[in-house]
């Protein structure tokens, strides 16, 4: 089974993607609110700037420390103890005599 690391890449890149549809629904919302687009931009551009920073931090420590929800896979046999085994069963039917 192979295992898979999961790059800082991949993080950054979850971070622009929610940030955009966050702070356009935050606009909306916004400007929904107090009927001022400028009020809704103004808010979604503060929140643009921000919360990208504080989202991948945030990511970053529940990557790193937080080992809540993770599960444990354990590994296959290492190819060497896998070898050891098929030698010693070539041997044991090597070794019969034949008549």
Known sequence: MSQIKVSA?????KTISY???STLIGFLIMWA?????TVGAAFGVAELVYKP???YIH???WY???????????????KKEEQKEEQKT??????KKAN
Do not use: F, N
């Open 9 to 13: 890449k991949r993080h950054l890149a």
């Open 19 to 21: 940030r955009i549809i």
């Open 33 to 37: 609110v107090s009927g001022s687009i």
């Open 53 to 55: 920073i504080q989202y």
């Open 59 to 61: 990511e970053r420590i």
């Open 64 to 78: 790193r420390y937080i080992k809540y929800g993770l599960i444990k896979i354990k590994d296959e046999k290492p």
């Open 90 to 95: 070539k041997r044991l039917v090597y070794t």
